[in-house]
Structures are given as C-alpha cells and as structure tokens.
C-alpha cells in the first residue's frame, strides 16, 4: 500500500508575519480637475504632484510616472516585483501584469485627449512571455498609442527590465467617451 505523504506545519522556525500597510488621497479630486485639462496636462499635473495619484498604483505598488515619462502619446510606469505581487507557484500574479499594462496603454492614449474627453478598456490582449520575480529589480511598462479615432483609439506596451529584456506585451482596444451633445 502507498503512503500518501503528509503536510507537515513548523512552527518553530515559521517566518514572521507579513503585512503591508499603504495610503491614498481622495481620488475624486483629480478626476474632477481631469474634465478642465487635456489628458497631457492632467497626467503631468499628477507627475509634479499637483494631483493625487490614482489608488491602484498605491495597492498594486506601481510608480507613478516622473514628468519625463509623459509625453503625447506615450506613458512610462515602473514596478518593483514583490513577494506580495505573487501567485500561488512563486511569481508575479499575471493580474499585476495586465493592470499595469493597462495603466500604461490607457494613460498613453489620455494623452491625446482632449479637456472633457475620458476613454474606457473595450478589450485588453496580453501575452505573457517570463515571470516577474521579486529581487530581479524594476521593471517599466511602456505604452505607445497606435491610433486615435473618433470613438476609438488603440495602443500598444511592453513590460521590460532594466536591461530591456521583454517579459510581457499588450494591446488594447479602447471606447473614446465624449460630452454629450446638447440637443
């Protein structure tokens, strides 16, 4: 008969307590601020800190842009991979990738927008090539935007090293939201 082999729990050599603890602004601050300023404008005005930064960067740990990593048409974020990023075998979580991705391919094409005119995520395509791992150092996730209609724009980004090793790349499809017209 095979024996099944047993968890076995340690507790006298169990690692501390993990925990992470992180704050932000009201986000609604911002947003309001972001109907009276070109999209360029807004996300440079949240790069000196004259806005706050959205709060997914703060619970993801991703770096909000410096003022050189805005410019139209094109965004830069950075993220250092952590433990806390992890899935369950040992690696950055592929949600971390796609939200930071998306911040990027989304933020790029804010930059081509107008005062008053927002965008929403209508598809979103990743492929993942290498995991992310903590230790390895910061990564950045480059969005470029391809194309800018009417009612829809699309742009593309990649997840790199330091060395410009591609670990991920993304595109995406989104909806251009306008005023409504007064009738």
Not at 10 to 17: I, S
Not at 105 to 134: D, F, Q, W
Request: net charge negative.
């Amino acid at each position: 008969m095979t024996q099944q082999p047993t968890l076995q729990h340690r507790n006298d050599t169990a690692p501390p307590d993990r925990t992470r603890t992180y704050t932000w602004e009201d986000p609604l601050v911002g947003a309001e601020a972001a109907r009276q300023m070109s999209g360029l404008d807004y996300l440079k005005a949240i790069a000196r800190g004259e806005y706050p930064p959205p709060p997914i960067g703060q619970t993801m740990g991703f770096s909000v842009p410096t003022e050189d990593d805005v410019h139209k048409g094109r965004v830069v974020f950075r993220l250092r991979p952590e433990e806390y990023h992890y899935n369950p075998i040992g690696s950055v979580h592929g949600g971390v990738f796609a939200t930071l991705l998306d911040s990027a391919l989304g933020c790029a094409i804010h930059t081509m927008l107008p005062a008053g005119v927002g965008y929403t995520t209508l598809e979103l395509k990743v492929n993942y090539l290498r995991p992310l791992k903590s230790g390895m150092g910061e990564v950045q996730a480059v969005g470029e935007v391809l194309s800018v209609s009417r009612q829809v724009a699309t742009a593309q980004a990649q997840v790199l090293d330091e060395r410009g090793r591609l670990y991920a790349h993304a595109t995406t499809t989104c909806l251009i939201l306008r005023p409504e017209r007064a009738e």
